[in-house]
């Protein structure tokens, strides 16, 4: 079992619409991180957190770490939303240097 | 120009070459990590370092070396490329521990 695991792997939404990614995780973390990567390849760290929530434009990040999960919501989706997102943690152990990273969901939005 | 920056963006090599990719950082970061990215593995670290003559070993690191002589330079070697080491990598800084990755472009490296 993979120490983060996303879901769901692919996700279609229609312009608009309110999208949710979820990322459950096994291990002990001092920071829990949202990227995301374009079309092109390109990787840009969207939230690092580690307790309660944080909002950025139609981006939010929350966190339950008692529950050891955390969600991205888009608000309002767009086509330009449409990429990868990562979930990645920074692991105790190794005084949070380390990220240990989900293997991503694919979002499309559709027009 | 400012940020981070991987050189070459594309590499085609045979089997038993040694390479070398660079990343360079303008910010005097002191967190530097190489990654590769494969289909069904998503993002697996190779090495990182934490300041100019300290690294260390990730997830992945048989078959690369890293040197770590100035800050803003980190070049990651693989010593004689196999075909397994094909892949995409991702170089990433961050000014702190935990803190914010920054990532380069990647290198997509093809070995032949």
């Known amino acids: 079992k993979n120490e983060v695991e996303q879901s769901p792997q692919n996700l279609t939404a229609q312009e608009g619409e309110f999208i949710t990614i979820n990322c459950s995780y096994s291990v002990g973390i001092s920071a829990l991180h949202w990227l995301q990567q374009h079309p092109g390849g390109g990787i840009v760290s969207l939230f690092m957190l580690s307790s309660g929530k944080k909002k950025h434009g139609r981006l939010i990040a929350t966190i339950n770490i008692q529950e050891k999960h955390s969600s991205l919501h888009i608000t309002a989706s767009h086509p330009r939303d449409s990429a990868v997102y990562i979930c990645a943690v920074s692991r105790w152990e190794t005084s949070g240097s380390r990220l240990t990273f989900g293997e991503g969901t694919q979002l499309t939005v559709n027009p | 120009d400012a940020g981070i920056t991987q050189s070459p963006r594309y590499k085609i090599t045979e089997t038993g070459r040694q390479v070398t990719l660079m990343c360079h950082q303008t910010?005097?970061?002191?967190?530097m990590f190489w990654y590769r990215q494969d289909l069904g593995h998503g993002l697996r670290l190779i090495y990182y370092?934490?300041?100019?003559?300290?690294?260390d070993k990730g997830e992945v690191p048989d078959g690369y070396v890293v040197s770590r002589s100035k800050t803003e330079n980190f070049p990651l070697t693989l010593e004689s490329a196999t075909r397994s080491q094909t892949s995409v990598y991702f170089c990433?800084?961050?000014?702190?521990?935990?803190?914010?990755?920054?990532f380069g472009a990647g290198t997509r490296l093809s070995v032949l």
């Open positions: 910010w005097s970061h002191s967190y």
């Open positions: 370092s934490a300041a100019a003559d300290i690294t």
């Open positions: 990433a800084s961050s000014e702190r521990s935990p803190g914010i990755q920054y």
